[in-house]
Structure formats: structure tokens, C-alpha cells
């Protein structure tokens, strides 16, 4: 079963513009991961937020979680035409390294 | 430093046959993950090897089955084959203690996955 549940199914932006993508889960989790995917190859890792963390910065990459809604959002800015990919988002409970990943959101971002 | 390879890259196969997809690990990672993507879905976890032996188990029937080996390399198992079974299978290495996540880890790096059809 999935955990996630990624919002909009989605996105198509023009170049240059903010994408914002949320995720929500159903229990407690340990962190929450996103990961994007290229044409129905291999998951690549962007970035991790722990439980007891609300905000994180990675280049740009800004990742919000609010434990008491059990979201998050990922929200890439100043959107390239190579950011068009698959997003996941996966929590983990801590427990076996397991991840339970969302069914993931399209990006399409035209040049 | 190598990263997640898999092998084969695609593969056809029957209803009721059996097939092997290996995987080799990341250097320094000692533990090894298998996902099944359905086309449109998010990756499932299937099982996870951790010191050869299963350490987590997803919903999937006994048919799958796995193996870890000593250089930490692995290989998925499945029998029976059900036209259900075609998937995107991947397969993850992470340098965990096995009992989640330690310092940071359980970010999981993905090998290009073994696309399997089943007719």
C-alpha cells in the first residue's frame, strides 16, 4: 500500500517559474523523503527532513513538514526544462530503512 | 566510486516462468533494497536484505523471494510469473545498521532498475 499521496497528479509551468509540490501521509514517521525520477528510470535522492525539523534548503530546493498535518511540500524555484521528472515524496518510520513512496506528481516545465 | 547497477536492463518473459534480476550495491552500502513500480505508480517495497538475510518484508506473496551476498551484491527471485508481475523492478542499496535509520541514512540510491514484461 501507499503511504503518500502527492498533490497536484500534475504540473506544467513555464520555464523560470516556482514549482510547488505537497505530500501527505497517513502515520508517524521517523523523515520524510523526496526523490525524482527520470522517464521511468532509477529514483534519484534530493533531500530529507526529519521529523523534528520544519524547513530545509538545498540548492533549489526548499522542503516544509508540518507533523501535525502530516504534509509537506517541495518547492523548486526558478524552474528549469531539465526539472521535468517525476517527484516522489517516501516516509520512513525508522524501522528497516523501509520507504513507502507516494504515486508521484509529473513535472513538465516548457522552455 | 560505483554506483547501483542492474542487470538486465529488459527482459520478456511467459506466464508461469521464473526470472532473476541481480543487482550490485553501491561501495560502502550493506544493505540492499528491492522495489516493483507498476507503470503510473510509485515503487513498492518487495523486500530487504541486510548481512544476507531479510530484514523486512513488503505485501508480496512467497513466490519473491531474494538473496544478499557476502560483497553485499543481491538478486531478486520471482516464480510463477503473473501478467501482473510486469513492473519497473528496482533495486536501492544504503549504508543502514539495519535497524533504520543511523546517522542520516536510509536515503536509499536507486540503480537504474530491470523492466520486466510478462505475456
Known amino acids: 500500500s501507499q503511504q503518500g499521496e502527492e498533490d497536484p497528479q500534475a504540473l506544467s509551468i513555464q520555464e523560470g517559474e516556482n514549482a510547488t509540490m505537497n505530500c501527505s501521509y497517513k502515520?508517524?514517521?521517523?523523515?520524510l523523503q523526496w526523490y525524482r525520477q527520470n522517464s521511468g528510470r532509477g529514483l534519484v535522492h534530493l533531500i530529507l527532513i526529519r521529523s523534528n525539523e520544519r524547513e530545509k534548503h538545498s540548492g533549489r530546493l526548499r522542503v516544509t513538514l508540518d507533523t501535525s498535518k502530516k504534509s509537506s511540500s517541495l518547492l523548486i524555484t526558478a524552474s528549469r526544462a531539465a526539472d521535468t521528472a517525476s517527484y516522489f515524496c517516501?516516509?520512513?518510520?525508522?524501522?528497516?530503512?523501509?520507504?513507502?513512496f507516494g504515486k508521484g506528481i509529473t513535472l513538465s516545465v516548457r522552455p | 566510486e560505483t554506483g547501483v547497477t542492474q542487470s538486465p536492463t529488459h527482459l520478456i518473459k511467459t506466464r508461469g516462468q521464473q526470472v532473476t534480476l541481480r543487482c550490485s550495491s553501491q561501495s560502502g552500502h550493506n544493505t540492499v533494497s528491492w522495489y516493483q513500480q507498476a507503470l503510473g505508480q510509485g515503487p513498492q517495497f518487495i523486500f530487504q536484505?541486510?548481512?544476507?538475510?531479510?530484514?523486512g518484508r513488503g505485501n508480496f506473496p512467497p513466490r519473491f523471494s531474494g538473496l544478499q551476498f557476502p560483497n553485499y551484491s543481491s538478486e531478486l527471485n520471482v516464480n510463477a510469473l503473473e501478467l501482473d508481475d510486469s513492473a519497473l523492478y528496482l533495486c536501492a542499496s544504503s549504508a543502514t545498521g539495519g535497524q533504520g535509520e543511523v546517522s542520516g541514512a536510509n536515503v536509499l540510491t536507486f540503480g537504474a532498475g530491470s523492466r520486466l514484461t510478462v505475456l
Open positions: 536484505y541486510y548481512r544476507e538475510e531479510e530484514n
Open positions: 502515520t508517524s514517521i521517523n523523515n
Open positions: 517516501a516516509s520512513s518510520t525508522g524501522a528497516n530503512s523501509k520507504l513507502t
